[in-house]
């Protein structure tokens, strides 16, 4: 089957792809254009290590098709820092030891940064709904969660 | 080694030196590896739980033009049964070959039968459908009672019960009998005042680790052969694949990418010597990534159990006997970790009469694997659920009445040494003293308590510590880093060293760059890998006494090295840690020390942990209301990842006490294969994990260091199912409380 | 000459609870213990760890014991 040729943007610059119709957008930014940041955890939308923003919504891209982003803007864990230095909810990671193997901390920051873009504001049970379709299993969740309070605080210039 | 050690960099919360790649998504884990001219490899899975394999035919997949190699179990050497040293233990190699890929029989739903090779992932896994399987169907055995009975259907015609007085004439699904025991439990039960006898269930568990087994190979005719692997023991995955394989250690190079996630589970070799004979055969590499169903039913979860727990005390709470019973599902093939936990069951306990028995039994489940504490969970649980009762029955405090009879050094153990120095008994008083146990129980909530004992491990640990013309260095080490292992082995360094442990960079050697060095598993990695660690860095510290004496034309023994910084005794000078090494070349060559131990001396770590729960007595939904988890870390290098351990450990046994579990169908087949319905736990479902960290050095340790990693799993299944007991005033007797479970206790009662 | 302590697993094997022995390195000791007790196979030995006066040792190949240790043989534990 003939692929499709896909125009979009990613992370602000302009990318393009070759896809068949049955390839996710996972699959498309893992195999094709090597942005492996994104991991699979389940391919099914369960756990929440493939997300990623499209059109500034957060979504589980294994879930999306690749030619679902045609003149999209597809936001990735590549994108989250700046050329400047790492954003304040990845300095907040660190900070904290909220990740211990790391496989879901891509996809964490990229929910934590939706989230706070959101609600700069959430308690501690907002975040915890919020951030409940991405799976850790190393951490219990609880240094997560104080990174995410204590980005937030940062970030509203509070702390 | 002195108690009250002051350290200058020991201790403290630093960044992890892998952070910045971690937080970025730069690091490159085990399906991240492309290379040029990679195919994909899929594989062929049972579609039944047991049966003979009559045929198998891959004429069409071999013939389909996108389909670039094929393997089957003839493509293994074929071996005799043996043990390799594999993170396991002793392992038999042909059953982790057959394991990998069937032989004669299909064992379990998923059981690997064949793997093809193609161009792209889509086309591997659509040539699966062409390659012909015929089998004569068996009847699965799919319960451990069930196959531990004389007229079961067996799994290994040459299985036959290994610790029995006479070998038996029958083949069993029964591989293994235990027992251990110590003075006279019939004595101590009839001096008893109050006896409680109960029987468990625990269910199959998988580990849960987010990410799937992946790796990336090559295979090539000259011996530079290479696997690229997510997994906690490179090492032993060359051991491994080159047994099953027939290759020469030497020609096969394994690099471990990071791990995201292992628990036990990736201490064994699945995808790997099939990969290997793919591209073999192809001429290619080839990556294989398992996908989340397959990673369900076909990679090993934990043993499911039936326990026994009978436990005598007198009136003042002296326990005057304990005796057990268990029985563990190993899965397709035998060693299921029934032995630890018989050794495990009542060691938190210094009682002189206990007797343990113990079977390790075959069932057409997926080989089991190691889990946390492998064995441990199950057994104690049922221990500690029994000590609950008996407390409550006594009027007596869950901590009074296991401070009464607390294990201590020179209690002896059932498994024959007494114990050294260990730190129960300060959990015990940390976790009465705590402001979860001060506080009251907030009204139609239940609160549940238990302890928890593991020995964790030494081993072979490797290490390079080589020094840069600047004075920086990079710590050459072999472990995995699945939990920021690498802080702490830069703090231990710049410990020695007494330089900043930014100055310091560990990384993970392949199996080519270092000696065998064993998995991170174990609880071992900070405990023997940092012994290594130090004792590099003190060879360091050695060589620039020497440097810096040769120098100064005094002798080594006139040079004191302190905060960096070389001082000769016997005059004025003085030359910083950076000076020495930037005149290495002029004074002898680089400078560099190296470790290569087998350490012994690890110490057990004892925990305690409290549960508090709310149960909806509508639906059968269990909340996590509040929750400490108190652990003895011997000495905490990074208090950060320390804490982690105890609170991911905690996690995982609240998952395995309230929702986990395999849920199969009769013809053996998992019904619930993803996230979806083997329900860890989420961020919605938990509070903040408190945790208090107890510090009882280990002496064997140059700072102190007791393995954390795995004890923390251990309390909960007590702590949580006894919490919920107490909530719906029930007796729990079968994990998980799942809320259908729940509301049949409620309703049964 | 250390004491090595059967459990209650090897009892089965030896019929004693316990023995004396002269040698004073570990792979001594399984060669003086299995030729005493013909049901102790020196190969299973071998594989096994030991304590060595409440220290468990994986690998104890080479191992001294003083004339007053204590030895027991234990499964080997890898854990997870």
């Known amino acids: 089957m003939a692929k499709s040729h896909v125009t979009t943007s990613i992370n602000g610059q302009p990318q393009e792809f070759l896809c068949e119709p049955g390839d996710t957008l996972l699959d498309v930014l893992r195999n094709d254009l090597n942005l492996t940041g994104t991991k699979e955890g389940c391919g099914s939308g369960d756990c929440g290590a493939c997300s990623v923003t499209l059109n500034g919504r957060l979504v589980c891209s294994c879930l999306v098709l690749g030619v679902e982003v045609e003149g999209a803007e597809v936001g990735t864990i590549e994108g989250v820092s700046t050329g400047d230095g790492l954003h304040v909810i990845q300095e907040k990671f660190l900070e904290h030891a909220a990740l211990q193997c790391g496989i879901c901390t891509p996809g964490l920051i990229v929910s934590a940064k939706a989230l706070l873009e959101e609600n700069p504001n959430p308690t501690e049970e907002e975040a915890r709904y919020y951030l409940a379709g991405n799976l850790c299993r190393c951490t219990g969740y609880d240094k997560i969660i104080r990174a995410v309070m204590d980005s937030a605080e940062t970030l509203r210039g509070v702390a | 080694m002195s108690e009250a050690q002051e350290f200058k960099y020991i201790g403290q919360r630093t960044i992890r ?113 062409l390659i012909e399987v015929k089998y004569e169907l068996l009847p699965p055995v799919l319960d451990v009672e069930d196959a531990m009975k004389e007229d079961s259907p067996v799994l290994h015609d040459d299985m036959f019960t290994a610790g029995y007085d006479e070998k038996p004439s029958k083949a069993s699904n029964i591989a293994t009998r235990v027992e251990m025991k110590m003075g006279d439990v019939e004595a101590g039960f009839a001096e008893a005042d109050i006896i409680v006898e109960r029987e468990f269930r625990t269910p199959t568990a998988h580990q849960g680790y987010i990410e799937p087994h992946a790796c990336t190979v090559t295979y090539d005719e000259n011996g530079q052969s290479m696997v690229w692997c997510c997994t906690q023991g490179h090492f032993d995955v060359r051991t491994l694949t080159a047994k099953v394989l027939g290759m020469e250690l030497g020609k096969l190079k394994v690099i471990a990418s990071e791990i995201g996630g ?21 001429g290619r590499p080839v990556k294989m990534v398992m996908d989340r169903e397959e990673v369900f039913i076909a990679t090993g979860p934990t043993s499911a159990a039936k326990l026994k727990a009978k436990v005598g005390v007198k009136k003042d709470g002296t326990i005057t006997a304990m005796q057990g019973w268990m029985a563990y599902e190993a899965g397709a093939f035998k060693g299921s970790p029934m032995v630890p936990g018989v050794m495990t069951m009542f060691t938190p306990y210094d009682c002189p009469n206990v007797l343990v028995e113990g079977f ?55 498994y024959g040494p007494k114990l050294k120095r260990v730190g129960l008994v300060e959990c015990l008083e940390a976790a009465k003293n705590s402001p979860h146990y001060q506080s009251a129980l907030p009204e139609g909530q239940g609160r549940g308590l238990a302890s928890g004992f593991w020995f964790n491990i030494g081993g072979q640990s490797s290490v390079s510590v080589n020094m840069n013309p600047d004075g920086t260095g990079t710590i050459v080490e072999g472990s995995p880093d699945i939990g920021g292992s690498r802080a702490s082995m830069q703090m231990m360094a710049a410990e020695v060293l007494q330089i900043e442990p930014k100055n310091l960079k560990p990384i993970i050697a392949d199996t080519e760059n270092l000696p065998y060095s064993q998995g991170t598993g174990g609880s071992r990695t900070t405990f023997a890998t940092g012994m290594a660690v130090i004792e590099a860095s003190e060879k360091v510290v050695a060589q620039v006494k020497e440097r810096a004496a040769a120098v100064w034309n005094v002798t080594a023994e006139q040079v004191e090295y302190a905060d960096g910084v070389a001082r000769n005794t016997a005059g004025e000078d003085s030359m910083t840690l950076a000076e020495v090494c930037k005149n290495a070349e002029k004074t002898g060559g680089q400078i560099s020390g190296n470790a290569n131990i087998n350490a012994r001396g690890a110490g057990p770590s004892f925990a305690v942990h409290i549960c508090d729960v709310a149960v909806d007595k509508e639906t059968g939904k269990v909340d996590v209301t509040r929750y400490t988890a108190i652990q003895d870390a011997g000495k905490a290098i990074h208090p950060g990842y320390v804490e982690g351990q105890l609170q991911g450990g905690a996690v995982q046994g609240i998952g395995w006490a309230l929702n986990e579990e395999y849920i199969f169908n009769a013809d053996g087949v998992m019904e619930n294969p993803g996230f979806l319905d083997y329900r860890i736990p989420l961020a919605s479902d938990l509070p903040m994990i408190e945790t208090i960290t107890v510090e009882v050095p280990n002496a064997f340790h140059p700072y102190g260091v007791r393995g954390v990693g795995e004890t923390g799993i251990i309390p909960p299944l007590g702590a949580v199912g006894y919490a919920v007991g107490n909530a719906i005033d029930r007796k729990v007797e079968e994990l998980p409380c799942s809320p259908p479970r729940v509301l049949a206790l409620i309703q049964n009662g | 000459m250390a004491i090595v302590i059967f459990s209650s697993e090897l009892q089965k094997l030896t019929g004693e609870e316990q023995t004396r022995v002269d040698a004073e390195v570990f792979k001594d000791i399984v060669t003086e213990i299995s030729n005493q007790y013909s049901a102790l196979e020196h190969d299973e030995l071998m594989k096994m760890a030991v304590a060595i006066d409440g220290e468990i040792i994986h690998t104890p190949f080479l191992e001294k014991v003083a004339a007053t240790s204590e030895v027991h043989f234990l499964y080997r534990i890898s854990g997870g």
């Open chain 2, 360 to 414: 390790d039994v075959v069932v057409n489940k997926s080989k089991v694997a190691a889990y946390r504490a492998p064995g441990a969970p199950q057994a104690e649980y049922a221990a500690e659920m029994v000590v609950n009762e008996l407390a409550e029955k006594l009027g007596m405090d869950p901590i009074d009445l296991r401070l009464k009879n607390a294990a201590k050094e020179g209690t002896q153990t059932i």
């Open chain 2, 17 to 129: 030196p892998d952070g910045f790649d971690k937080v970025t998504g730069r690091a490159t884990y085990g399906a991240d590896l492309t290379l040029p001219g990679m195919i994909w490899g899929k594989t062929l899975r049972s579609p039944h739980a047991h049966a003979k394999i009559l045929s198998i035919d891959t004429s069409k997949a071999e013939a389909h033009p996108d389909v670039m190699s094929v393997a089957t179990f003839k493509d293994f050497v074929t071996l005799q049964s043996e043990s390799a040293a594999g993170t396991e233990g002793a392992a038999s190699v042909l059953d982790v070959a057959r394991n990998c890929l069937a032989d004669d029989k299909v064992l379990y739903h998923g059981h690997a039968i064949a793997a093809i090779a193609a161009r792209s992932e889509r086309a591997a896994k659509d040539a699966l459908g």
């Open chain 2, 262 to 282: 292992g628990f036990g589970g990736k201490t064994v070799i699945y995808q790997e010597p099939v990969a290997l004979v793919l591209s073999k055969k192809s």
